[in-house]
């Protein structure tokens, strides 16, 4: 048991290391247990982002399905339990979709900070 736990452990530590990275805007408190992140994702529909993370090959489940009212639409629910390459891998393809789902106000605010 001691084993599956500091490996719990490591591999939380992981995660969050690599988000902090790749993902510096999404939020999370640390979990005190358990193998999955509770992140909330700014100004996104949890369950666009989960489906387009699913097509970069990442399941992560939308905040709706653990909540009894359909609440927490803005977050997500990301298991660690998988292999330090695989959890490396995993962010890099949630980065990459992150990316792709930007809202697209984001990108038009942004545009018209350029003058020509």
Not at 42 to 69: C, E, H, K, M, T
Not at 75 to 90: K, N, Q, S, W
């Amino acid at each position: 048991a001691d084993d599956s736990l500091r490996r719990g452990a490591e591999q939380r530590e992981l995660l969050l290391q690599l988000l902090r990275d790749h993902l510096p805007d999404w939020e999370w408190t640390p979990p005190k247990g358990g193998l999955s992140l509770w992140v909330r994702l700014p100004d996104a529909d949890a369950i666009a982002f989960s489906r387009l993370a699913w097509q970069y090959g990442v399941v992560v489940r939308p905040g709706n399905l653990a909540s009894p009212d359909g609440g927490f639409r803005d977050h997500i629910r990301v298991a660690y339990g998988a292999t330090p390459d695989r959890l490396i891998e995993g962010v890099l393809r949630l980065a990459q979709a992150w990316a792709a789902y930007r809202p697209a106000p984001q990108r038009a605010r942004q545009a018209l900070t350029v003058s020509v």
